[in-house]
């Protein structure tokens, strides 16, 4: 006796299902590890970035001078990065923001140019580190 061609086809389809959702939980962790945060682990991690937020701000503000752009781009790279990483990053024990020899790199593009420069050069960077991704370079 064969089975009915809409539980066939349901059958078929479960395993492309199962591949995507794989795949969003592969390139998206916070998916897997978000259902089983609690309350304990969210003061602590409050502490923990309230903490390092005050230490990265008056960092990033001289970063962003370093590079040559007003003081409020240093604060968009710092904290940026770390809303990014909280999505799609795997590790839990990473530090991410500006750094002095990316500072000192951007001053070198931008020098006789705006800030909308320095915009694009950060776009055109995230773009290529997510086809890096993509391809698992």
Not at 21 to 36: D, G
Not at 48 to 61: D, Y
Request: net charge neutral; with cysteine; proline share 5%.
């Amino acid at each position: 006796m064969s089975l009915p061609i809409s539980h066939r086809d349901s059958e078929n389809r479960t395993p492309w299902l199962r591949r995507i959702k794989n795949s969003v939980y592969q390139f998206v962790p916070i998916l897997s590890w978000m259902p089983l945060y609690n309350s304990h682990k969210f003061i602590c991690d409050l502490i923990a970035g309230v903490t390092v937020g005050l230490t990265v701000m008056p960092q990033s503000l001289a970063y962003a001078t370093l590079a040559g752009l007003e003081p409020q781009y240093g604060l968009y790279s710092a904290y940026m990065g770390c809303f990014v990483y909280a999505v799609f990053g795997t590790c839990k024990d990473i530090t991410i923001g500006p750094t002095a020899l990316m500072a000192l790199m951007t001053y070198q593009q931008v020098m006789d140019r705006n800030a909308d420069f320095a915009v694009l050069l950060c776009f055109l960077t995230g773009c290529v580190q997510l086809l890096m991704g993509v391809l698992h370079l």
